[in-house]
């Protein structure tokens, strides 16, 4: 999906009409939009808190929302990921493409999005029909969850919505007392202040039809739980005919009346529209704010730190909450912050695997990364990253052995300390990588194997011309790469990874930029520093001399990474054996992602952790400070494959 995830220029050009909308209304001048794009990208790369999707078409939809303010659309960027950490009901780990529950709910019917004509310059139309989901099964969080996701796809490629606004039709046929009591109006109205505060697309009304007239009077209670302006934009109908008010009959199903289709017709459309943004909602789990890394606090102050019943979003610290029906104040964190340890919670069918042969115990996280963050601040030549997120990778990898896991990160800041020139750590020049990163060398697949296995990594040897760059220099750039994914990817860290090396068009500079030395380090960087496991390398495309090089530094390896080894000639057939076809990328004839698309999806990640990278020159070993023995690093990396013990004690 390159219109989502390149940073590359891929405005939609607006049809005439809503571009004179956007003219007039939003104060759009589209000589402009390049630059004012630019400013609030520049603007977003400077933020440490903030890890934001920086497309073209996202931070557009922020400035149209905003009418061009730069500053409003900056502090709707910033809402816009602060509370969403602050309604855990909706954005949590349900919340992919392909999660069995959403592509349920969207079966049902309870959301229908109308298409509209093309050269209609209104807004755009999205049915509830809320009596139509088995409260007994479905949460009222989960319905609304479903509709965010469409409320994003709404925001990345609706230009109506972007520009004139949407209604919603919520349908109240067959609505039960249980529907009533299911609605929950906490959620509500926090979910009501972000869609109104915090997306770009602009409420124009919500109206409720097919109401039955004895609880006419009830639901225009419910008034009370939106912002002032959504009041004013809410109506309430038992008439059937109500619709017809709204929506012009000929954009509506049979079953509303209207001539286009059926609503079957519509679902089958929705669900397709859902799975072709797989990778997006993937991808988003990657973003958000962390209010530890947030600068400037006096921003903060300007917004109370709460959500009102009325619904406004007052400060974009989520710590506290006011419950002002009890008007008692009632502290509010997300399940995850409040005695849990600050970590992304895993999938069920992860944290299953994690478990059984990971051995963790959910319980005793917080007891094991507290007793490793003690150990760290005791050595006094080790200067670590010790949040919580960042500890329980390393503690996964180790399989919870604790001594293996300061072994290991120990390792882990010793060689990239020492051998900076080989191990992205400090004064990461971002500029220079990306331009070897570009060339497609290094791409990690977005599906694991078999969607819930390893992480597949495709090194394309060939790639690159050794003329121009030398694989030390590749390294460095898929370097970063590794660091995201050790960050970010609960797949890699639980079920390992997977590498394919594929030597087509690899010439003779290219082994020889592979020296022993070299090979060496990075053998051992891989198995005793990466809190990653390696659970197959497969080589393909493999020249005639291939067995020479391959048995010169096949002994450098562990006796576990050598049986993990598979070298499959030119019989791609055989690759297919272990990894299927489809988990393969499109130029490889499968279905999982292309190399040009990652390539820049990649690269708006890399760009994102530029002050990560800033950060990162705080952290190190000082030798000079180890206790006991000093590292010999001579004969660290000698040719028998041993990394000598190091004192982590």
């Known amino acids: 999906?390159?219109?989502?995830?390149?940073?590359?220029?891929?405005?939609?050009?607006?049809?005439?009409?809503?571009?004179?909308?956007?003219?007039?209304?939003?104060?759009?001048?589209?000589?402009?939009v390049s630059e004012d794009i630019a400013t609030v990208r520049d603007w977003l790369q400077k933020q440490p808190h903030l890890c934001s999707c920086l497309t073209d078409q996202f931070l557009l939809a922020f400035l149209r929302g905003s009418k061009f303010s730069l500053e409003k659309a900056k502090h709707k960027i910033d809402r816009y990921y602060t509370l969403q950490a602050a309604i855990p009901e909706v954005f949590n780990e349900h919340r992919l493409a392909d999660d069995p529950q959403v592509l349920e709910i969207i079966r049902m019917g309870v959301i229908l999005r109308i298409p509209l004509d093309e050269g209609d310059t209104g807004p755009a139309v999205t049915i509830i029909r809320a009596g139509s989901y088995d409260t007994a099964k479905y949460k009222f969080q989960d319905i609304i969850r479903v509709g965010s996701m469409f409320g994003e796809i709404m925001m990345l490629e609706d230009d109506n919505a972007n520009v004139s606004g949407y209604i919603e039709i919520m349908d109240m046929t067959g609505v039960s007392a249980a529907n009533l009591f299911a609605l929950q109006p906490q959620l509500l109205s926090k979910f009501s202040a972000y869609a109104d505060e915090a997306m770009p697309t602009r409420q124009k009304g919500i109206h409720f039809i097919n109401v039955p007239p004895s609880f006419e009077s009830g639901f225009n209670s419910l008034r009370s739980f939106f912002p002032d302006k959504i009041k004013n934009r809410v109506s309430v109908s038992s008439d059937p005919e109500a619709i017809f008010e709204r929506v012009r009959r000929e954009y509506l199903p049979q079953e509303y009346g209207g001539t286009k289709g059926t609503m079957q017709d519509i679902l089958e459309q929705m669900e397709a529209k859902m799975l072709s943004?797989?990778?997006?909602?993937?991808?988003?789990?990657?973003?958000?704010?962390?209010?530890?890394?947030?600068?400037?606090?006096?921003?903060?102050?300007?917004?109370?730190?709460?959500?009102?019943?009325?619904?406004?979003?007052?400060?974009?610290?989520?710590?506290?909450?006011?419950?002002?029906?009890?008007?008692?104040?009632?502290?509010?964190?997300?399940p995850d912050l409040v005695n849990m340890p600050d970590i992304r919670p895993l999938r069920p069918e992860l944290q299953k695997i994690a478990i059984e042969q990971l051995f963790e115990k959910p319980e005793r996280i917080d007891d094991d990364i507290a007793a490793l963050r003690l150990w760290i601040k005791q050595q006094p030549h080790l200067k670590a990253r010790t949040d919580d997120q960042f500890l329980v990778n390393f503690l996964r990898g180790c399989k919870y052995s604790l001594e293996?896991?300061?072994?290991?990160?120990?390792?882990?800041?010793?060689?990239?300390?020492?051998?900076?020139?080989?191990?992205?750590?400090?004064?990461?020049?971002?500029?220079?990588?990306?331009?070897?990163?570009?060339?497609?060398?290094?791409?990690?697949?977005?599906?694991?194997?078999?969607?819930?296995?390893?992480?597949?990594?495709?090194?394309?040897?060939?790639?690159?011309?050794?003329?121009?760059?030398?694989?030390?220099?590749?390294?460095?750039?898929?370097?970063?790469?590794?660091?995201?994914?050790?960050?970010?990817?609960?797949?890699?860290?639980?079920?390992?990874?997977?590498?394919?090396?594929?030597?087509?068009?690899?010439?003779?500079?290219?082994?020889?930029?592979?020296?022993?030395?070299?090979?060496?380090?990075?053998?051992?960087?891989?198995?005793?520093?990466?809190?990653?496991?390696?659970?197959?390398?497969?080589?393909?495309?493999?020249?005639?001399?291939?067995?020479?090089?391959?048995?010169?530094?096949?002994?450098?390896?562990?006796?576990?990474?050598?049986?993990?080894?598979?070298?499959?000639?030119?019989?791609?057939?055989?690759?297919?054996?272990?990894?299927?076809?489809?988990?393969?990328?499109?130029?490889?004839?499968?279905?999982?992602?292309?190399?040009?698309?990652?390539?820049?999806?990649?690269?708006?990640?890399?760009?994102?952790?530029?002050?990560?990278?800033?950060?990162?020159?705080?952290?190190?070993?000082?030798?000079?400070?180890?206790?006991?023995?000093?590292?010999?690093?001579e004969s660290l990396f000698g040719m028998e494959g041993s990394f000598r013990q190091l004192n982590v004690d």
Do not use: C
């Open 1 to 32: 999906m390159s219109n989502i995830n390149s940073t590359a220029s891929s405005i939609r050009p607006l049809p005439a009409g809503l571009q004179q909308v956007a003219i007039d209304e939003l104060n759009e001048v589209p000589s402009r």
């Open 277 to 334: 943004y797989r990778d997006y909602f993937e991808q988003s789990r990657h973003f958000g704010a962390n209010e530890k890394l947030r600068e400037d606090v006096s921003q903060n102050e300007k917004y109370p730190s709460y959500f009102g019943l009325d619904g406004s979003f007052r400060k974009l610290d989520i710590d506290s909450l006011i419950n002002r029906k009890q008007r008692q104040l009632v502290l509010y964190r997300p």
């Open 404 to 633: 293996k896991t300061k072994s290991k990160m120990d390792r882990f800041y010793t060689l990239r300390t020492k051998y900076p020139e080989y191990f992205t750590g400090h004064n990461v020049d971002v500029d220079k990588l990306l331009k070897l990163f570009r060339t497609g060398t290094v791409v990690f697949l977005p599906r694991p194997l078999h969607d819930n296995g390893p992480r597949i990594a495709i090194i394309r040897m060939g790639a690159y011309n050794p003329d121009q760059y030398n694989f030390v220099d590749i390294n460095l750039a898929g370097g970063l790469m590794h660091q995201i994914v050790l960050n970010e990817d609960d797949d890699a860290i639980v079920h390992g990874t997977i590498n394919i090396l594929d030597l087509a068009n690899v010439k003779m500079g290219h082994f020889v930029q592979m020296t022993p030395s070299f090979a060496k380090k990075m053998t051992v960087f891989q198995e005793e520093a990466l809190p990653m496991r390696t659970k197959g390398t497969h080589f393909i495309n493999t020249p005639g001399n291939f067995d020479k090089v391959f048995n010169m530094f096949k002994p450098m390896m562990s006796k576990k990474q050598q049986d993990r080894l598979y070298v499959h000639g030119t019989n791609i057939e055989k690759l297919y054996e272990q990894i299927p076809q489809k988990y393969l990328p499109v130029e490889y004839g499968g279905e999982n992602g292309s190399i040009e698309e990652l390539v820049k999806e990649w690269e708006e990640r890399i760009l994102a952790y530029r002050n990560y990278w800033v950060e990162e020159q705080n952290y190190g070993t000082d030798e000079r400070l180890r206790p006991g023995k000093p590292v010999d690093f």
